[in-house]
């Protein structure tokens, strides 16, 4: 199963290996080739352990600038590649012996380890293709008081919103396209 992304613009070869290089490791393959098709975007399809959305995708050079934050708090062998909507990171590991692998890093729990890491798939493509639409929240009309927004803040986030629905879409792994 493909998913949905709105896409960034492709990201090229020479800066890609120039990320590479910076941070001084090889992107595993799967994350790789989706960089180069898009530098990063944000899923339509976001949800992930029946609970978790995909906030972002990270772009090569965010990927970068996160990895060198949270340096000393996620272990090398990991880079971050999206974040959630609670802070957390999706990350693909450059271990040998777990390469391309992607799994769950929960800062609330990072005190505790490797305890605060959980395998998510065996790659990229796999765990994209475990992402799904979330179900509507419904709340009970008793639930809802009343509520209130800063105009000036829900004009932004309308702004946010239309140049979101502006981005190109992508189909990720473009394998499962259809041909005409």
């Excluded at 957390?88 to 590991?93: D, E």
């Excluded at 505790?112 to 765990?127: K, N, Q, T, V, Y």
């Excluded at 994209?128 to 209130?148: D, K, M, T, Y």
Aim: net charge negative.
């Amino acid at each position: 199963m493909s998913i949905t992304i709105k896409a960034k613009r492709p990201l090229s070869e020479a800066e890609l290996l120039s990320v590479e290089a910076a941070m001084r490791v090889s992107i595993p393959e799967g994350y790789r080739a989706f960089l180069l098709a898009t530098d990063g975007g944000r899923p339509v399809e976001d949800m992930f352990l029946d609970r978790v959305g995909v906030r972002d995708f990270l772009g090569a050079s965010d990927m970068a600038e996160t990895r060198s934050r949270l340096r000393g708090r996620l272990p090398e062998t990991l880079l971050p590649i999206a974040i959630d909507s609670f802070g957390n990171y999706i990350c693909i590991s450059t271990a040998a012996s777990d390469s391309g692998a992607i799994h769950f890093w929960d800062h609330e729990l990072e005190h505790l380890g490797e305890r605060a890491i959980a395998r998510l798939a065996s790659s990229f493509d796999e765990f994209a293709s475990q992402l799904r639409v979330p179900p509507p929240v419904v709340l009970a009309p008793a639930s809802v008081i009343s509520v209130e927004v800063d105009p000036e803040f829900l004009k932004w986030a309308r702004e946010q919103e239309r140049l979101l629905d502006e981005r190109p879409t992508l189909r990720w792994p473009a394998s499962d396209q259809p041909t005409d």
